[in-house]
């Protein structure tokens, strides 16, 4: 989006200003049909539908971090595991 009044104060002259016009409803109006091939009405819908997804994001990383450290802990019980029966089979022979 151009600023036609920050423009203006530069300077730009009556063309700038047309031209700044058009681009800006051109800019809006394929705003405008990517929200709704999204299927948004309005900007609020998409920050409302952002929003959750974020919500669900965090909770699903939660979840991940958690897995995560269970998955360590039992690679680590297990390795503890292999190395007592290396211990102890070595020490029958």
Sequence with gaps: MVDIAAKEAEGKGRGYEKWAIMHNLKQ???T???YQQYGFASPEELDAALTATHADMQESLASLKDMETTLNSKKELRRY???YVKTRLSGRG
Excluded: F, S, Y
């Design 32 to 34: 405008l049909a990517v």
């Design 28 to 30: 809006m109006a394929a």
């Design 81 to 83: 595991l292999l190395g």
